[in-house]
């Protein structure tokens, strides 16, 4: 038995077990003794009620005595000892902390409360007595001279103050107690931490206390570069989150290794948020850090969040911004409120994936399609060398197509662990293309031949010296789908390396795409048309039609300047059409920056209607606002008081006196052809002939093909039985005054366009079918941007022997004007990038004509 102790006496464990054996006590356990029994011992110091004695046996042993007290008799063993220089260093750690504070605090006086401070002490041997005081709690006593004399003494191996501790513990009336009693809260630590950094893991009421008296060191680093907005995070700690951000927590600031490297982004503030949504953000995501823009649930609290301040690229501890974090939650609105916002879609995590790659591993083809189209590198590696395509999984074929389409490249052939999809060994499988629309038939060969001709024209033109320049850029109308412009326009700029406005002489459009060309001419980028493109859906498409027309005008005020004319706007000059719906017939309005031909020639307006203004008055937004003027979209402009304008405004919802211009030029080309040709004519009448400057390129953008649909029966009752609908549309003199009649043959597809006066109650459902039916066709002939309208064109331009190209992509669905859904949108856009992608050689064509000389 001796043996086998003996043998595990060699061991630490063994060691252990040998002390839990042993009757010795601990020589740390505080003992109630008697004074008496150590009347034989010698003293080898004293230190007021603190004795350390020495035995006969010369063992070493602290007693401590009670200065006062009902008995003499009563003492504590504090520490017992063989070795007199532990019983020393023991002695000293007591002797200035243990008497004075039970002289202070007499309710710690006893067995327990004594074996507690030793213990303490025992691990904590350079606190003082502030420390010990906030430690317990003696919250009655922080009163007391002798600790408010220490109370911001800080511990001399750890640099903690006796408030960061109470802090740390939780205890918030202590917290409170040492506040009263005039602590610091400037204080740092000797790894620089506040008291907010101690704060931060604790509860929302401690960072409350702390932060009503003062918040100068709420946003400092410490030596990780943590703030304590970080330590929040960190901690897991959502309440504690709010509580920091609610006192002034700077969002902005980043968790950086070095403690000196500068902080450049603007502060992010979000009290006023806060307090007006205060269950507005994830609290899961709040553990790995970032922003409130990172733990965002919608597009409402990240355009507040944003307004705000905070930094839409900040990154959390995986190094991925609020982006990366919307893409792996699968939130759609969020993904394209960041972007349409002016996130980044090219920064990389810390294992180098941007949101695209992500996108493409999570297969959600609808954040693809919008990372896509707001520019995402295709080709970007991660720190393991693959790209978005690569991430793709095996069986989303779908999504794959979507990747090539727009050019996403293949793999190298060095790269391993791919699949059909993406290696570079194979070229064969590319995904599964959607189905395609149905489209109008082709016209590829004539459009060919014109082309050619075009050229012919183009070249003997130019042996007989004719002025270079006269390069037009014709927008159309077509509500959010201005949207498809903005895209196609990118693409082109990124392929000329220049800016849009540098590459035409002339800019024409209609409504949204008179809108976007004012915005090119007031120094947008094409980007930040693309941003606000999506802002305005949210803001201006709000509730049922006719809509509000104040988010509308207040975007365009905002975005083109309240008070800018179309004057300022030097180059290019700036044709934008308008319908003057004040008069009968109604007459088509170009909105210029430059002279009319009219002015020119200094032909006086007729004095029956008050002309519109000048280019030095017109103001740009008004301009635009007049473009967009579609009947039924917005609601009449109350600041326009005549009876006349308010009687039609009232009931076409109109602009003023204006309607939108795509009512008679929803494709400007030919109108705009036509006023540079007047204008150069006007120029040569009055001498400025050598500053004439005729056409020499025609660049047309629609906004998308609708695909074509067979139009279904849908007729209540047949008149006869004849293959002969007759179909006429009574009008009234008020309106139009006339009465057309029109034959059409009848087939099974036909919907029946019938307009007559009811005899009945079912023949006024029928009326109101064939007045609606009407109304669409009128619609929609009247605002046609495509066929006949482009074929004229075209064979215009081919005449003249000018170069024309037209751009709109077949879209797979009709998207209304006032289109908000954001899934609808992104796939439209995408469909335009494929599109341009699929027509590059004929971009690489065009652009070499705009950048010769």
Known sequence: MTSWLGSIGLTAGGLMLRNLLSSEPNPNKVLDVKSVQYSDRNVHCRDDALVLYISKNNSYEIVLQRPCTETLHQSFSLYRSKELSDAEIRFLQLKDKLPPLITIAKEVYNLNGIQKLCDILREHPSWTLAHLAAYFPLNDHFQDPLILSILNAPDENTGISPLQLAVKNGNLRTVQQILAAGASLEHLDYEANTVFHYAAATSKEIIQALSALSTKCLNLRNFKGYTPLHMACLADKPDCVKALLRAGADVNIAATEATSSPNNTPPGYVIDFLQDHPNK???????????????????????????????????????????????????????????SRGARADLGDKEGNTPLHLAAREGNTAVVQALIVFGADLSYRN???????????????????????????????????????????????????????????????????????????????????????????????????????????????????????????????????????????????LKECLYIYFRMKDLAFVGARPYSSEPLENMLKECLGSDSVMATVTHPKVMITGVLADRKPVDLH??????????????????LFRPPPLPEEQLMWRAARATGAAPSYFRFDSTIVTISQAHLSSNLRSFGRFLD???????????????????????????????????????????????????????AVCRTENTIIKITALVSKTDLGTMAQYYIRANTYLKEIDVFRPESLWDTARLAMGMSSLGQLLVDQATASDGRVVDRARAWCSMIGVPYYRFTPQMSE????????????????????????????????????????
């Not at 954001?822 to 950048?851: G, I, S």
């Open 383 to 525: 720190n393991t060398g693959a790209m978005p395509r690569h991430c793709v999984n095996t069986g989303n074929d779908k999504l794959l197509y979507i990747l090539h389409a727009v050019g996403a490249p293949r793999c190298p052939k060095e790269m391993q662990g791919c699949n059909p999809g993406c290696s570079g060994m194979e070229r064969e499988f590319n995904g599964i293309p959607p189905a395609t629309p149905p489209s109008a038939s082709t016209r590829a060969i004539i459009d060919q031949m014109l082309t050619v001709s075009g050229m012919g024209v183009a070249q003997s033109a130019k042996k007989t010296g004719r002025i270079k320049g006269g390069r037009l850029l014709c927008l159309d109308g077509g509500g959010i789908r201005g949207m498809i412009l903005a895209e196609i326009l990118l693409e082109l700029e990124k392929q000329a390396g220049k800016s849009l406005v540098q590459c035409f002489d002339w800019i024409a459009g209609t409504s949204t795409g008179g809108i976007l060309a004012l915005g090119l001419a007031a120094g947008k980028t």
């Open 661 to 715: 211009g795509g009512l008679i030029a929803n494709n400007p080309t030919l109108d705009a052809m036509t006023e540079i040709h007047e204008y150069n004519l006007a120029m040569e009448a009055t001498g400025k002939g050598a500053q004439a400057c005729p056409l020499t390129l025609v660049v047309s953008l629609g906004t998308g093909l609708v695909p074509i649909t067979q139009v279904t029966h849908i007729s």
């Open 590 to 607: 170009l909105f210029r920056n430059y002279p009319s031909p009219s002015t020119l020639l200094i032909i006086e307006p007729n004095g």
């Open 281 to 339: 953000l994830y609290a899961q995501d709040m553990k790995f850090g970032g922003t409130p823009l990172h733990w965002s649930c919608s597009r409402e609290v990240i355009n507040t969040l944003v307004d705000m301040g905070c930094d839409i690229d900040s990154l959390n501890f995986d190094k991925r911004t609020a982006l990366h974090v919307m893409v792996l939650r699968h939130r759609l609105d969020c993904v394209v409120a960041l972007l």
């Open 814 to 853: 009709d998207i209304a004007m006032d289109e908000r859904s954001d899934e609808k949108l992104v796939n439209m856009l995408w469909e335009t990038r494929a599109y341009t992608h699929a027509n590059r050689h004929v971009l690489n064509e065009l652009v070499a004509l705009l950048n010769k000389d």
